[in-house]
Structures are given as structure tokens and as C-alpha cells.
């Protein structure tokens, strides 16, 4: 944030400072005293000023429309400042250029056309001869006066595109860390796109659809749904809201002890670590631990899971270990967990 | 769409309609419907589009159910009115 605020400070000075030569050196009418003071400076000065911000605040809204999911990120880059400095500046620039020729013309209006009219000329096309029929435009004869804009703003693009897919690409990799299953991964893009107010139904439900196409993809390896749907998060929610995300598990807040395990991984060590018969055992002792008026259907279905002959035994123990987490507690589940063999050291000399 | 299902069908989907993506055992063990009878409802719903099932194999139980956008967007439906 300090780097994008140092951004814009350093963009503003620039600005400033050329505009400042530029007022100081450029020629005035005749009927203008050249400025002795800071406010003599500032009345001659503030048209430029006026035709500088007009020209900033258009490649502003340019750069806002071109980049919407990440509108301050594109704006604060180094060529996103490049872009809008640059449309300021040469504003300023073309009004100095038109004031010598035009001395007597009237301010105002010549800030106006400047502000506006140049920022529109220099992005249009000038069609002179038109070809008849449909499709022959690159056939017409045209000016184009934007062109050279054209260029520089193909560059800016593809400069802050890739700026921002750096970005991106380090801010989707701590959620990726936090919640290395798909399974949360989906539900928190689920739960930021259901949470934006902004959205209408029609978004909301394209937005939906995406995140279900990819799930719904079978030939997308893990790591590819992994991905997609942390920047689903980030696009939806913000760079702020993922961080945010990234800090809500307190994973490197509390030392290593204190920290509660994912539910699923608790599943996947008691499938590890415990037989059918052992997870059996914990699953009616899970069923003791539970509201006395909760017992009786717990412990039916815990005797339909173990008399299941048409699931496999993979299917059931998993189940049996999901029970056991669900319905003990994880506290329960750790404590009937054999303790974790530390990793194997190399071998003694 | 017209979500025409039977009693156990509908407390899966609605559920998942709650909480999002959810394994097949922790569908079992939350709605208690036995596993076969679950793993089978599952296969039933995948097969009228109702729900997606995902392989998984990071997962304890290898697959991953998840609501497809249209079912989604019928249940969101129902909440809001």
C-alpha cells in the first residue's frame, strides 16, 4: 500500500514540476505579465492545472474500464501512472501550444476545447472516403489521429497486465497455503460471490456457473480448481478480503500446538491410523459422548454403516472416521489418534 | 427447472444448498442416512443433473458433491422468497 501511495505521490510531483517549467517557460500572450509571486504563478498556472487533471481524469476512467477487477492495482502500476501522467502532461503541453497561437481567444473556452476536445480528437478516427458496402473499413480512407495514443496505450495494457498477473499470482499463493483443499476453496468463492452486494442475480449466477464449470471439469488436475478458484476469491472479493482470509486461520498467529486441525485431515489420519474394527469401537464411544436424546439415531446408524454390505470398505471407513470427528469433537478425535511418528533421520554413523 | 425429489433427495440437496461443497461422508453422517443408501441417492442426483461429483483424490473419501448452478440458483430462489 505504501508502494502505491509513494506512487501516486511521486506521479503527482512530476506533474507538477513540468507544469511548473512549463508555466515558467513557455510563452505568454502578450496581454500576460510574466508571474514575479507564487499567487501571479498560480493565476497564470491554474488553466494548466484544470487541463492537466481533465486529461488525468480521463486516463483514469480508461484505465478503470480496461482493468475492472483490479481498478487500483492497474491505476497505481508504474504504467498506469505512466498513462495518466502522460495524458495530463501533454494536455497541458497542447494548451501552452494553442494559447501562443491563439492569444486573444478566450480562456475559458480554450480550456474547455483543450480538456475535453483534444482528449476526444486523439482518440478518434477521421474517416475522409468511405468504401460502399459493409466491410471494407480498413479499405477507407482514414486520418487516424489517435494512433500514436494507440500504441502507447497497447503497451500500458500489456505491461500492467502483466504487472498484475504477478501480483496476482503472489496474492492467490497464501490462499492457496491457508486452504490447500478444493473443497474450502470452493466454498469460500461460493460464499464471496453470494456475499457481494454489488452483484445483480444475472452476475451472480454467471459468477456460479464458473466456479461450477470448473469444479465440473474432470480433466482439470487439482492444483489448476486449486488456482482458479483462489482468484475467483480474489477477483470477487478484493485483495484485502483474501488477505484478510489468509490471517483468519490463526496458523502462524499461535504456536503449533494450539492450532485445531482441518476436520478433513483428522478423517484422512483416523483412516490412516485406525482399522475398520478400531473405528467402529470410536464411533459408539462418539455416540456415548452425544446429547442422551441424539444417542438412539446415532448409534442406528452407526449400526447401518457397520451392517453396509453394498459399499466398499474404503466408502465406510470413511464414513465411521468422519462420524467419529463430526459428532466426538476434533478434541476427541486427536486423543484417539496413535501419536505421529517424527520424520526418520538420517541414519546413525 | 422443477425440483421434483424425494424427501431424503431433498434434505442432500438443500443441505448442500447451505453448505456448499461437501464430501459424500460428511453428507452421510450429517443428514444420518446410512452410506449405501447415500452414496446411491448421490449417483441418482448426478445422473438428473442436480449435483456434480468431483474425484477428489487429496480428499479422505475421493470425491467432492457440489450443486450445479441451476439447482443452485433454484434454491437461492426459494431462500429469497
Redesign the interface.
Known amino acids: 500500500m505504501a508502494r502505491r501511495i509513494l506512487g501516486v505521490v511521486v506521479l503527482l510531483l512530476l506533474v507538477g514540476a513540468l507544469l511548473t517549467v512549463l508555466t515558467l517557460t513557455a510563452p505568454l500572450p502578450a496581454s500576460v505579465a510574466r508571474p514575479q509571486t507564487f499567487w501571479n504563478w498560480l493565476g497564470v498556472a491554474t488553466p494548466y492545472i484544470v487541463v492537466a487533471l481533465l486529461g488525468m481524469v480521463v486516463g483514469l476512467a480508461e484505465l478503470g474500464s480496461t482493468f475492472p477487477n483490479y481498478p487500483l492495482e492497474a491505476i497505481t502500476s508504474g504504467w498506469g501512472l505512466g498513462l495518466i501522467g502522460l495524458n495530463g502532461v501533454v494536455a497541458a503541453l497542447v494548451l501552452a501550444i494553442v494559447r501562443y497561437y491563439a492569444p486573444e481567444a478566450d480562456l475559458f473556452l480554450l480550456v474547455l476545447a483543450v480538456g475535453v476536445g483534444f482528449q476526444a480528437i486523439i482518440r478518434t478516427r477521421f474517416v475522409l472516403a468511405k468504401q460502399f458496402g459493409e466491410g471494407g473499413e480498413e479499405r477507407d480512407l482514414s486520418l487516424n489521429l489517435g494512433w500514436l495514443y494507440e500504441q502507447f496505450q497497447g503497451i500500458c495494457k500489456t505491461q500492467i497486465d502483466l504487472a498484475l498477473m504477478r501480483e496476482r499470482e503472489s496474492a492467490i499463493e497464501p490462499l492457496i497455503r491457508s486452504f490447500?483443499?478444493?473443497?474450502t476453496l470452493?466454498?469460500l468463492a461460493?460464499?464471496t460471490v453470494?456475499a457481494r452486494g454489488t452483484f445483480s442475480r444475472e452476475e451472480e449466477?454467471a459468477k456460479?456457473?464458473e466456479l461450477?464449470?470448473t469444479?465440473?471439469n474432470?480433466s482439470l488436475p487439482?492444483e489448476v480448481v486449486q488456482k482458479a478458484m483462489a482468484l475467483a476469491i480474489l477477483e470477487t472479493g478484493g485483495q484485502g478480503f483474501a488477505q484478510m482470509l489468509c490471517g483468519l486461520p490463526p496458523k502462524e498467529k499461535l504456536p503449533p500446538p494450539a492450532r485445531l486441525p482441518e476436520r478433513?485431515t483428522l478423517?484422512?489420519r483416523l483412516?490412516q491410523a485406525l482399522d475398520k474394527g478400531k473405528l467402529v469401537d470410536l464411533a459408539y464411544r462418539a455416540v456415548e459422548l452425544s446429547p442422551a436424546g441424539d444417542r438412539e439415531?446415532?448409534r442406528?446408524?452407526v449400526d447401518?454403516?457397520v451392517a453396509?454390505?453394498?459399499?466398499t470398505e474404503?466408502?465406510?471407513r470413511?464414513?465411521l472416521?468422519?462420524?467419529v470427528v463430526?459428532?466426538g469433537g476434533i478434541a476427541f478425535a486427536q486423543e484417539n489418534l496413535p501419536p505421529e511418528q517424527p520424520p526418520a533421520g538420517p541414519p546413525a554413523q | 427447472m422443477e425440483l421434483r425429489l424425494k424427501p431424503n433427495e431433498r434434505r442432500i440437496i438443500e443441505l448442500l444448498g447451505r453448505s456448499g461443497a461437501m464430501t459424500p461422508s460428511e453428507i452421510a453422517v450429517q443428514t444420518l442416512i446410512p452410506p449405501a443408501e447415500t452414496f446411491e441417492m448421490l449417483e441418482r442426483l448426478e445422473r438428473s443433473g442436480f449435483i456434480v461429483l468431483r474425484d477428489t483424490p487429496s480428499n479422505p473419501d475421493g470425491k467432492l458433491v457440489i450443486l450445479t448452478s441451476e439447482v443452485h440458483e433454484r434454491i437461492r430462489q426459494q431462500v429469497r422468497i
Not at chain 1, 308 to 311: I, N, T
Request: proline letters at 7%; charged letters at 35%.
Open positions: 490447500p483443499d478444493e473443497k470452493y466454498n461460493l460464499y453470494m449466477q456460479i456457473e461450477n464449470k469444479m465440473a474432470p487439482p478433513d478423517v484422512a483412516m439415531a446415532l442406528k446408524f447401518d454403516t453396509d454390505k453394498r459399499s474404503q466408502a465406510i470413511a464414513v472416521a468422519r462420524f463430526e459428532k
